[in-house]
């Protein structure tokens, strides 16, 4: 009950017209950047910190969550009419959104989408708000060996949900690793695939890596099939409002979104593309399971909503959910955090434990400001979604030309490097390769995200066990999260087991009975 009226005391100075006013502006500049691919909510709040140095902290917090919770619906938009994400937290959403746009449902996802990112927003906000104390207390029962089961089951489930073929997810893995490889080694300071240029010595960064895969290599793609690519301008936008069938499809997804979002967002290292695809590979299989049971049959590969629904609620909820870490531990769990916690340190404050009694005002009213920036999101977007469809009403090369001009923008904005410039074009021209091959890229980015992490906590893990592997799964949720590895890499093959049975048993019932010879 103090939670609550803590949080009633912060919505009173949330409110207030000026606040309404920040909150209204960083919505509306979230949505424009993460429409930009490469951009995304955490390159937006950076270049906002040096102007809101003399901004009331209060205010300066209020835009910044609004930015950040504008960014997140931002990046679906591109996903679903230009197969483009916006940042990588929307990949999950192309593989069902960009299909329901050709089928000229383009309306209908984008309005799922916003639907689906306030119904997460609010109960996320509301989870971190109230059960903040016991969510801090689970993200400090993961060590070393905990972290690094999380993302062995991220690769081995990920890499099964987005792949037809388990050979080509692993390959793909495997280049996601290779790239997150190269630069210094963070635990021995040694040098590794720098190729002799001091330019590589820093990695490949993951906004050239996300825009050269993403951005850059649908463009190349696009341009390699000529015409036989989509014809974007004959699409029909559709109407924003969702029939009865689409929400009873959509419910149950934003429900388990929600639910797998705000269960890894307070989890240090996480961040919202795992929930995002277990999301997808979970509606996919419970799909799956409702046509063989002779429910409607699936439309995912077709545009199923279901795959829109449930990654962008799970996409919302964990951007609530990492605010946990932030404000409770003074941990940061993805960029957008990192740079909030920069701009605590701004203006003197230091996140942890006693943010919440020394400046109670300013937590609770950012908390409170979660409710609203969501509330203004749905508002502000979901009329507009159809206007927003309309850019797929440009001419392809316009379309196709300005994806390119903001891609080269966003890289070069990095350090004003041609050198990035350079790799940015290197890796668009992999996900060129990947994309003809039909290897997924998805993976690839989850191997440049997730491996570095994977190899500095196993080298932690055996560190501190003096090589003891047995620390590895020396603890429940170590044990528990390779148990789900093991389900997740068997299911595929007990899958095709049984569908190799069943063509057989329909083989044999098809062949005529031999007449016996008199």
Known sequence: MESLSLLLGGFANALSPVNLLWAFLGVLLGTAVGVLPGMGSAMAVALLLPVTFRMDPTAAFILFAGVYYGGMFGGSTTSILLNTPGQASSIATTYEGHKMALGGRAAQALGTAVIGSFIASIVGTLIVALFSPPMVALALQFGP????????????????????????????????????????????????????????????????????????????????????????????TGAPWLSRRDMRRSAGPWV?????????????????????????????????????????????????????????????????????????????????????????????????????????????????????????????????????????????????????????????????????????????????????FGVPVAPALIGVVLGPIAETELRRALAASSGDPSILVGSGISIGLYVLVLAAAAFPVLSAVRRARARKAEQNAAEPEETPVA
């Open 145 to 236: 060996g905990e972290y690094f089961a999380l993302t062995v089951f991220s690769f081995v489930a990920i890499a099964a949900v987005v792949s037809g073929s388990a050979l080509r997810g692993i390959a793909a893995l495997l280049i996601g690793l290779l790239i997150g490889m190269v630069g210094i080694d963070g635990q021995s300071g040694a040098a590794r695939f720098d190729f002799g240029l001091p330019v590589m010595l820093d990695g490949i960064d993951i906004i050239v890596v996300t825009v050269g895969l993403l951005a850059l290599a649908e463009v190349l793609y696009v341009v390699s099939r000529g015409n036989a690519a989509p014809d974007l301008k004959a699409i029909k």
């Open 256 to 436: 388990r979104g929600t639910a797998l979002g705000s269960a890894f967002g307070p989890i240090p290292g996480s961040g919202a593309e795992i929930p995002t695809f277990l999301s997808l590979g979970l509606e996919r299989k419970l799909a799956a399971r409702r046509e063989q049971r002779g429910g409607e049959p699936s439309e995912f590969g077709k545009g199923a909503i279901e795959g829109v629904a449930g990654p962008e609620a799970a996409n919302n909820s964990s951007a609530a959910g990492t605010l946990v870490p932030l404000l409770g531990l003074g941990l940061p769990t993805s960029a957008t955090a990192a740079i909030m916690l920069a701009a605590f340190q701004q203006y003197g404050m230091q996140p942890g434990p006693v943010l919440f009694e020394r400046n109670a005002d300013l937590v609770w009213t950012l908390l409170a400001s979660l409710f609203i920036g969501s509330t203004l999101l749905l508002i502000l977007n979901l009329p507009f979604a159809p206007l927003w469809a309309k850019l797929l009403k440009l001419p392809k090369p316009y379309l196709y030309a300005g994806i390119t001009v903001c891609s080269v923008l966003a890289v070069y904005a990095i350090n004003s490097s041609i050198a990035h410039l350079v790799m940015a074009v290197g890796v668009a021209v992999l996900g060129f390769g990947m994309r003809h």
